[in-house]
């Protein structure tokens, strides 16, 4: 074939991420570059990589130059609490206060002060909040991303959350994977009986799973919310369902979640701060990929984050998310949670590209499809102004993307949007 829909020609240095699977422990520090390279594009798929060379001679209705500017895989971004009421920005003074998080509570704030927006917005009005955060998201480079709910803690707020992320779906230009997180905290009507809100959350699978409104199955398992005992029962029940798994883990203190996941054979394990050393080896043999959340660390004044550099060495597939919710980590830049990797992580642009794309689409249950840039993949591409790969995790607090393709379409150009996405 040497026509073609769109030609990306004169790529300085393009990242494939080609491979099998999620790129486990060693195999995370080695970054195959191709440079002076040429992508062709047809019928919204990637059907050409090769030189600049190998395409002389090619023909296309349309040719973009990159000019010698970084092209990579359209980002992922495995964990989010895309859909909520209200924000909580009055709460980061009381914070800088020294305000303890259960005094915060007590005041009225706090992840309950967001369930209460949350329940008293309309479906248009979560939608209209969510598109934004959205169309944000997908300004800084990210094509797929995970969405949770969560702040109901109820019936008919939890399934309200879910179709939003099911009508985002359908009318927005990214792929969205939609997570029931309805076990996200205890309610106040619950605080002395937690297993019968567990039970209460648990009637709600069979609509959810009738309605296809999520995908995933996830619960906050930590001190003060749910036990690991609790935590299993409840991910048991899903999986029986035939719902796959994901869990909130050890983000501090280390109970177990960790190797809870294992156990269960989860997705993926998401914060892991807390995780043991037993947990840590146990991820390194199993298939669940480590979430890493380095930004939620970051916004809540924390001196301990995840053992990244531990985990790579033992062989663990480490992925990278904002966890971008309204109380501790109100970001939708993947680009900054990058640089947050490298200087608080410790990790290599190597193990970052990695743990953005690829590991992160195997996160969500989406490797084969998000991720890398190969033959017959969808063409889900960025454009950078950048150099190379090291510059955008170096470079921190700036928006880097030049071009974003979904499926081949340019939803995204430097200075504004090109697509039917709303910015309102």
């Not at 005041?107 to 248009?124: D, Q």
């Not at 076990?183 to 069979?206: S, V």
């Not at 995840?306 to 597939?317: K, P, S, Y």
């Amino acid at each position: 074939m040497s026509h073609f829909d769109t030609l990306i020609t004169n790529i300085g240095q393009l990242l494939t991420m080609e491979g099998n699977g999620p790129a486990k422990g060693e195999q995370m520090k080695t970054l195959p570059v191709l440079e002076n390279a040429v992508i062709g594009l047809k019928d919204e798929k990637i059907a050409f990589i090769g030189t600049n060379e190998e395409a002389e001679g090619f023909r296309a209705a349309q040719v973009i130059d990159a000019n010698g500017k970084l092209v990579t895989p359209g980002l992922v971004d495995p964990h989010t609490h895309l859909v909520f009421g209200g924000s909580r920005e009055h709460e980061l003074a009381l914070k800088q206060q020294g305000v303890p998080y259960l005094e915060i509570l007590k005041r009225g704030g706090g992840i309950l002060s967001t369930v209460r927006a949350t329940r008293a917005a309309s479906e248009e009005e979560l939608f209209a909040k969510a598109k934004f955060h959205l169309n944000r998201m997908l300004s800084y480079g990210v094509t797929t991303v995970e969405a949770k709910s969560g702040y109901g803690l109820d019936e008919e707020t939890e399934l309200k959350q879910l179709r939003v992320v099911q009508r985002l779906q359908q009318e927005h230009p990214m792929d969205l994977v939609s997570t029931f997180l309805g076990a996200h905290a205890i309610p106040l009507e619950y605080k002395d009986n937690p297993d019968e809100f567990l039970a209460r959350m648990a009637t709600l699978l069979h609509t959810i799973q009738k309605e296809e409104l999520a995908e995933f199955v996830d619960i906050f398992c930590e001190t003060g919310v749910f036990t690991v005992e609790q935590s299993r029962a409840f991910l048991q029940a899903a999986k029986f369902l035939g719902f796959a798994v994901k869990i909130h883990a050890d983000e501090i203190d280390p109970l177990g979640g960790t190797e809870l996941a294992v156990e269960l054979g989860a997705v993926s394990g998401d914060h892991l701060v807390g995780a043991s050393d037993v947990g840590i080896a146990q991820l390194a043999k199993s298939n669940t990929i480590a979430v890493l959340l380095p930004g939620t660390s970051f916004y809540l004044g924390k001196e301990k984050y995840a053992r990244a550099r531990d985990m790579i060495e033992a062989g663990v597939a480490v992925a990278l998310a904002t966890d971008f919710n309204p109380g501790s980590s109100p970001t939708e830049n993947l680009q900054l949670i990058m640089s947050l990797a490298a200087l608080k992580l410790n990790m290599t642009p190597e193990e970052i590209w990695h743990a953005v794309t690829v590991n992160a689409a195997y996160a969500i249950n989406r490797g084969e499809e998000a991720g890398r840039i190969a033959i017959g993949r969808k063409a889900d591409i960025v454009i950078w102004d950048a150099p190379n790969y090291a510059y955008i995790p170096y470079h921190y607090g700036v928006n880097h993307v030049h071009t974003v393709l979904k499926e081949g379409k340019a939803v995204v150009k430097k200075g504004g949007y090109d697509v039917n996405v709303s910015l309102s």
